[in-house]
Every structure is written in C-alpha cells, then in structure tokens.
C-alpha cells in the first residue's frame, strides 16, 4: 500500500513517515502543496495523508483540486486547523477522515485502516478471499488452519493482491504499491516476496498467469 503523506512540518513528516514504514506502508513525502497536486496527478498511491497549511498550495486547494480530477482515494487529513469550520469544510471537500495535531500515531495507523478497508469495499477488519484471510492490524495470515506472521513487504504484497480478488496484477503494479520512490527494487523482488508468502501459507495461495501478473482467487 503506497501512501502519500504531504506535510511540511519536518519532525512530524519524519514521526509520521517512520512509523507508516513500520506499519509496512510504502511512503512517499512531499512537502508543499503544489509537489502533492503534481504528485497526484500521476496516479501512484492508494492513500493520501494531508496536512492543511503548506506552502504553495493549501492543503484544502490540494484536495478540491484532487476530488474535480474525479479521483476515489482515501484522504486523511492532519491539521493544527482545529476549529470546526475547518473540519466541516474538509470532510465535504471530499477528505474521509480527519486529525487534530497533535494526534497519536496509533490512533493515525487505525484510522487509516479504516479508510483503506472501505474504499476498497471491506466493512470487515480483516481482508479476505473466502480462504486466505489477512489482519491489517496484526499483520497475521490465516489459510485454512496455518496462521503466520508476515514481513512488512510480504503483508503489503498480499494486501495489495486481497483488496482486489480475481485480479491480476502486473510486477509493475505490485511494485508501485510496495516500494517508494527512494527504494530500489531488485528485479526479482516480487518473485522473492511471493515465495515467502507460499512458503507461509502455501504455494496455492497466489496465483501466477503466465505472461501477465497474479492473483489471488475470489472464492466469497
Ligand atoms: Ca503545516
């Protein structure tokens, strides 16, 4: 899952930015207004974490900027702005969820769980296809009766793969969603994250069409 976090404050940018990575997300950060509508624009993250007052462009700007490009992404928006006009003007400038600074990076990290899990269709706190099942919280994989512990990378490639049973996809596409722009992806890391993941829980559990990608089966 690749997160964008735009912020401009540099001690909590890097707070923020570390504890993301802790939680197996691939980070990217920017730090004005105009770099995250840029950034944007390209497409690349699943999620945006925003602050309010950047220079540049206003963190507001940012986010009716991204919302007329039609554009579905959860938003998450992080501010000292705590009056309620402020919020209230967020929320319907199509943010999801909103932050008061200064705020706990456990409540952060559950609330962007929340976010995450229901852009993608999943009321449920647990990601599943009907058999391999996936705790966001823990990071614990169940198939069948085996239940494991996944690396941050192996977690982010099998999340990525159960927020969309049935569909394949590509290298490029996993490594978008694991890797952020300062990391350098070996060739054969996708191959060398997929063989953790079967080793784990079983070589059935992701799938590989020749030619084009994987996927993991949609059974519910
Ligand atoms: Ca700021």
Same mark, same amino acid.
């Given at each position: 899952m690749r997160i964008l976090l735009v912020e401009d404050d540099p001690m909590i940018g890097e707070a923020v930015a570390t504890a993301l990575k802790d939680a197996a997300y691939a980070v990217d950060w920017v730090r004005d207004g105009m770099a995250a509508s840029h950034t944007l624009e390209?497409?690349?993250?699943? &999620?945006v974490l925003l602050d309010?007052?950047?220079?540049?462009?206003d963190g507001l700007d940012v986010l009716r900027r991204l919302r007329q490009t039609g554009a579905s992404l959860p938003v998450i928006v992080i501010t000292a702005r705590d009056s309620v006009e402020d919020r209230i003007k967020g929320l319907d400038l199509g943010a999801d969820d909103y932050l008061v600074k200064p705020f706990d990076i456990d409540e952060l990290l559950a609330r962007m769980r929340a976010v995450i899990r229901r852009e993608g269709?999943? &009321?449920?706190p647990l990601l599943s296809n009907g058999r391999v099942s996936l705790d966001p919280a823990s990071r614990e994989a169940r198939c069948d009766d085996v239940a494991v512990l996944l690396s941050a990378r192996e977690f982010a490639l099998l999340q990525a793969l159960l927020l969309r049973p049935g569909t394949i996809l590509t290298r490029a596409e996993l490594e978008e969603r694991i890797y952020g722009w300062n990391e350098e992806v070996e060739s054969n890391a996708v191959d060398f994250l997929i063989h953790g993941v079967r080793r784990k829980l079983g070589a059935h559990v992701i799938k590989n069409v020749r030619g084009a990608g994987w996927l993991v089966d949609k059974l519910a």
């Open positions: 390209v497409g690349e993250h699943q &999620a309010l007052g950047l220079p540049g462009r269709g999943h &009321a449920a």
